[in-house]
């Protein structure tokens, strides 16, 4: 299942940058595949 960034963050009920920088700081961004606006973990 996949989810937007915006969902996620809402979900954690943190900002969507906090999202993308944690994305990026795990060095996660490689393992994402986007499926039209939504990521999906590899």
Same mark, same amino acid.
């Given at each position: 299942?996949?989810?937007?960034?915006?969902?996620?963050?809402?979900?954690?009920?943190?900002?969507?940058?906090?999202?993308?920088?944690?994305?990026?700081?795990?060095?996660?961004?490689? +393992?994402?595949? +986007?499926?039209?606006?939504?990521?999906?973990? +590899?």
């Amino acid at each position: 299942m996949g989810m937007t960034i915006k969902q996620l963050a809402d979900q954690l009920e943190v900002s969507k940058t906090t999202i993308s920088k944690a994305i990026s700081a795990l060095g996660l961004s490689n +393992r994402l595949d +986007r499926s039209g606006n939504k990521y999906i973990i +590899r």
